[in-house]
C-alpha cells in the first residue's frame, strides 16, 4: 500500500536554512503537500507540488520533487524561532479531486535561537 | 479569510458511549472529509464525503462511525459505542471541486475513559 517516511526530528539555529525530507510510494500521486502543526493546533496547508513539477518557490519555502527516487524535499530559508512545529509530507492517491491524503509521520523542526 | 471549524475542541466521554463531532466546512466546498490521529502516530484518513454519500472510506471506518451532513452547512462523525483506543485527535477537512488542497480544521481532541 501507500507509505509517506519522513526523519522525525531536525534541529536547527535561527537563521538558517532547514530542510525536510520525505519518500513516497504511490507513482500515481497528483499532488504532494506540506502542512505545518503547531502545538496544539490543526494542520495548515502550507504549500503543494503538483506530480509533474521538479520544483515549486513561494517566499522562503522551497519544494523539490524528484519523482524517479520519489523524494521530496521542503526546504525553509531563513528559520525562524516561528517556524518551531511538526512538518508532514503527505500525497494523494489520485486525480478525482476527493481523494484521501496519506500523511507521513511528521519531522518535528526545532529552531534554536 | 473562510476556514473549517469543529466543535467541540475537546470531547471527554466514557467507554461505550455515543459522540457526535461536528464541523462546519468552508462554504463553497463540496468534498468533505474526516481524519483520526492518534497521539504520536500519523494522521489516518477515516472517510470522505461527497454529494451527501460516502465516497471512501478507510478499513478505520467501521459499522461503530457514521457521517451526516445533517444541514447545507454541517458535516458530522458519530462514534456509536466508544472503545478506548478511539481516543484521538479528530480533524475534519473539505476541498472544493476542481482544487485538490484540503483544508483543515483546528481538531476535536476525543478522550475515552
Known amino acids: 500500500g501507500e507509505d509517506v517516511e519522513q526523519s522525525l526530528f531536525l534541529s536547527v539555529r535561527e537563521g538558517d536554512s532547514s530542510v525536510i525530507n520525505c519518500t513516497y510510494t504511490?507513482?500515481?500521486?497528483?499532488?504532494l503537500y506540506w502542512y505545518k502543526q503547531e502545538p496544539g493546533a490543526g494542520l495548515q496547508l502550507l504549500t503543494y507540488?503538483?506530480?509533474?513539477?521538479d520544483m515549486k518557490q513561494d517566499q522562503r519555502l522551497t519544494v523539490l520533487l524528484n519523482k524517479k527516487d520519489k523524494h521530496l524535499s521542503l526546504r525553509i530559508a531563513d528559520t525562524q524561532t516561528g517556524d518551531s512545529a511538526i512538518y508532514f509530507c503527505a500525497e494523494d492517491q489520485g486525480n478525482s479531486g476527493n481523494t484521501p491524503l496519506v500523511f507521513g509521520k511528521g519531522t518535528r523542526l526545532s529552531v534554536i535561537a | 479569510e473562510p476556514e473549517v471549524t469543529q466543535t467541540p475542541s475537546h470531547q471527554v466521554t466514557q467507554m461505550g458511549q455515543e459522540v457526535i463531532l461536528r464541523c462546519v466546512p468552508i462554504?463553497?466546498?463540496?468534498?468533505f472529509y474526516w481524519y483520526r490521529q492518534i497521539l504520536g502516530q500519523k494522521v489516518e484518513f477515516l472517510v470522505s464525503f461527497y454529494n451527501n454519500e460516502i465516497s471512501e472510506k478507510s478499513e478505520i471506518f467501521d459499522d461503530q462511525f457514521s457521517v451526516e451532513r445533517p444541514d447545507g452547512s454541517n458535516f458530522t462523525l458519530k462514534i456509536r459505542s466508544t472503545k478506548l483506543e478511539d481516543s484521538a485527535m479528530y480533524f475534519c477537512?473539505?476541498?472544493?471541486?476542481?482544487?485538490?488542497?484540503?483544508?483543515f480544521g483546528p481538531g476535536t481532541r476525543l478522550t475515552v475513559l
Open positions: 507540488i503538483f506530480s509533474n513539477m
Open positions: 504511490d507513482s500515481s500521486s497528483t499532488y
Open positions: 477537512a473539505s476541498n472544493r471541486r476542481g482544487y485538490n488542497e484540503q483544508f
Open positions: 462554504s463553497n466546498h463540496l468534498y
